[in-house]
């Protein structure tokens, strides 16, 4: 995945761009992101389904994927299975 | 990866909370998308390869950089205060442009080209009226987000180029998405030219910070709309932070206790300068910005925390930290180099490179990146034993004398120790003994006598050596800068001849 790649949840409303790309599957609510939602279909696995927020960036603990939800959804986000959890960055004074 | 992504989340989040005022018209973030649109729909139908800028701040501006964006060509913000020659040297590099703002102007200097020129009444109404139709799709063209000519205080202007990857990688690294409450404003008095006004939109936009703008600055009116709109953040260059605090000196009223934050950078900050600003606001945290436009802004930040114990701290080292930029941003690595590429320790002296996601580095002719990605920035510096940058000017201002490389601001430090001096500067002239020789620049205080010569040859020579030593002085009524605060030493060292 090319960093700037959009990714759409399967099952819900969460929308992604790749930061940080990775081969590996990301997944949304449980079922494999897509860049083009095709056909409505599938539900939120209640496994994933603590939701993505709205500007968050998620990380996988190797840091080896970082995606920034653009569009919040239902699903929550993971890779090969496993949760992806939110990068907690320093705050920084405003400098602009 | 697009900039535009920055207001679009911005306008699906708060589509009807304000997101910029500009001469009493308020814009909704929905309102500043809707427009940007329209515009990039405008753009891709002339056919224009850069989209410029040639106006004062107004809503026009971050219409025309997110539009642009969306239409995937470069956006280009030229400073409307460069000489007639200068500047139509700089439209005929971006020909065909759609060119906004003074179209009278650029027509006349520019009337070849290809150019279309809109008035920038012309480009918002324009937009506006072409938004319902426009596309949700956005375009990448080259990757470029915006090319910025550099202000060339030591050279011809370069053109500088920003990519999308660029410019984001900075948003998203600095600022926390929708961090802002509602009631926070930023004032915004920075030229649009300038990367410290490009940043300042797409920082405020991100953290959805409303943006107050003022279209040239003034201190009376910087201190009417602080108050009027209850400002809470401003950025400003060191020239502008002393006009507002001579102000207040003289009995201006304003009422600033909304103002959290105020970040400044762009030139030097005087000592007396933001001492007398911190203690004539309190309660205000401080930031002091360095960075350069082909870093995509700030690289370095020296922190409110660190502002107020320099200003009161009994150890000099920290006291001292209060003349530093800071410690680098923690997503840019910053190094000094000697002049082999040599990474120098704590406490030496060479030139600031930096590395990192928000680093172009990049011109339109040539990219100034070494193999491994680094930025020489050609400015001079060294670090504290703490990671505290400091600055010493420029690398390309080192004189050379005979192989010995002096830098000007040791033999300025001691000239403005003189009670009669107002302003030094120091440059290389050209010297057939030595290659390059010490010529000094002088500005005198208005009630004070004039030192003679050897007076002040002599004052260097005992502080300093006998090579920093002037070959020859000049007198004058006012040292140049630009409207930015940065010394022009070419047009010094230009006084030297003849």
Known sequence: ??????????????????????????????????????????????????????????????????????????????????????????????SD | MNISLILQMAADTGPE??????????????????????????????????????????????????????????????????????????????????????????AR??????????TREGFVAAAEAAASDASDEESEGEGIAAQIFTS??????????????????????????????????????????????????????????????LPAFDPDDWLRLATEEKVTNAFLVPTMLSRIVDRLDSGARADLSALKAIAYGGGRMPLELIQRALELFPDTNFTNAYGLTETSSTIALLGPDDHRMAQTSDDPAV??????????????ELEIRDEEGRSLPAGERGEIYVRGEQVSGEYRERSALDPDGWFPT??????????????????????????????PGEIEDVLMSHPAIADAAAVGIPSEEWGEAVGIAVVIKPDEATPDEEELRALIRERLRSSRVPEQIRLLPELPYNEMGKLLRREIRAAFQG
């Open chain 1, 1 to 94: 995945m090319k960093p700037g790649t959009k990714l759409k949840s399967a099952v819900c409303d969460t929308e992604v761009m790749v930061i940080r790309g990775t081969d590996g599957v990301v997944e949304c609510g449980g079922a494999p992101m897509v860049e083009e939602k095709t056909t409505e279909g599938g539900s939120v696995d209640a496994a994933f389904s603590s939701g993505t927020q709205m500007g968050k960036r998620y990380v996988d603990e190797a840091g080896t994927v970082e995606l920034l939800c653009v569009k919040p959804g239902q699903g929550s986000l993971s890779l090969g299975g496993l949760a992806l959890t939110i990068k907690e960055a320093k705050s920084l004074p405003s």
């Open chain 2, 17 to 106: 909370r304000t997101g910029l005022v500009c001469d009493g018209r308020r814009w909704t973030y929905g309102d500043l998308m809707h427009a940007a649109r329209g515009a990039a729909a405008h753009m891709a139908d002339n056919g224009c390869s850069y989209v410029a800028l040639l106006d004062e701040s107004s809503e026009a501006a971050p219409i025309a950089l997110f539009g642009a964006a969306l239409a995937g060509i470069p956006y280009v913000p030229l400073n409307y205060r460069l000489a007639n020659e200068d500047l139509a040297g700089l439209l005929a590099r971006i020909a065909p442009a759609c060119i906004i703002g003074d179209t009278e102007r650029a």
């Open chain 2, 109 to 118: 200097l520019a009337p070849e080209g290809g150019h279309v020129y809109l």
């Open chain 2, 152 to 213: 060339g205080t030591t050279a011809a202007p370069k053109a500088a180029l920003l990519r999308h990857s660029n410019l984001l990688g900075y948003i998203l690294g600095t600022v926390e998405f929708c961090s802002a409450g509602e009631e926070d404003a930023q004032l915004v008095c920075v030229p649009p030219y300038h990367i410290a006004g490009i940043s300042a939109l797409m920082s405020s936009i991100y953290a959805m910070r409303r943006i107050v703008m």
């Open chain 2, 319 to 332: 006291r001292a930290r209060l003349a530093s930029v800071g410690r680098p941003l923690p997503t840019v």
């Open chain 2, 378 to 407: 050609r400015d001079a510096g060294w670090l504290d034993d703490e990671g505290y940058l400091f600055l010493a000017g420029r690398a390309d201002d080192v004189i050379v004398r005979g192989g010995e490389n002096i830098s």
